[in-house]
């Protein structure tokens, strides 16, 4: 089991980016996927969880809310995090996260509340004009 993110780089404020995280050695649909952060000098926290193609209400946290979207693509493997109006307080090292089989109890991992069992590197993201 892999999870691959990429797509973080140095963006002005109130930019865009979109970040990928490709899984390897299951199916998607299986799996619950979120994107956590952790700044410099602050604790790791939860920024968005889905947990099928078919939920209509993902996590977000309060920061992100209005700015950032998750979605997947369950042909290709990948979850994506587009982010939108970006500010200098999203500057962190993002992270995709899974875990198969866990259905709802997987946004107390977004909130949290545990840790999701797979995780992909990190990919750095730096707001900054």
């Known amino acids: 089991v892999q999870l691959q993110a990429s797509g973080g780089g140095l963006v002005q404020p109130g930019g865009s980016l979109r970040l990928s995280c490709a899984a390897s050695?299951?199916?998607?649909?299986?799996?619950?996927i979120g994107w956590f952060r952790q700044a410099p000098g602050k604790e790791r926290e939860g920024v968005s969880c889905?947990?099928?193609?078919?939920?209509?209400?993902?996590y977000y946290a309060e920061s992100v809310k209005g700015r950032f979207t998750i979605s997947r693509d369950n042909a290709t493997n990948t979850v994506y995090l587009q982010m939108n109006n970006l500010k200098p307080e999203d500057t962190a090292v993002y992270y995709c996260?899974?875990?198969?089989?866990?259905?709802?109890?997987?946004?107390?991992?977004?909130?949290?509340?545990?840790?999701?069992?797979?995780w992909g590197q990190g990919t750095l993201v730096t707001v900054s004009s």
């Open positions: 996260a899974g875990e198969p089989h866990i259905g709802r109890v997987f946004y107390y991992y977004c909130q949290g509340y545990g840790s999701p069992g797979y």
């Open positions: 050695g299951f199916i998607l649909d299986d799996v619950a």
């Open positions: 889905i947990i099928s193609s078919s939920d209509g209400s993902p």
